[in-house]
């Protein structure tokens, strides 16, 4: 395992036991409707993003 691999293994396993803290969310109507807003929201248009997913990859 290179160092790379190594560092994304350890923060999968801290997202993991990060997740599994979370007991419970209590929300009113309001807070669960703003919620829901963000969360469904599309993500805003990003120039640099569509160009690197458009460049030709080295692998290819």
């Given at each position: 395992m290179n160092r790379s691999e190594f560092l994304i293994d350890q923060?999968?396993?801290a997202e993991s036991d990060d997740l599994t803290?979370?007991?419970l969310f209590v929300l009113?109507?309001?807070q669960m409707a703003?919620?829901?807003a963000v969360v469904?929201?599309?993500e805003p248009a990003n120039?640099?993003?569509v160009?690197?997913?458009n460049k030709k990859?080295?692998?290819e």
């Open positions: 923060r999968k396993c803290n979370i007991k009113g109507e309001s703003a919620f829901e469904n929201a599309p120039d640099k993003l160009a690197l997913m990859s080295v692998f």
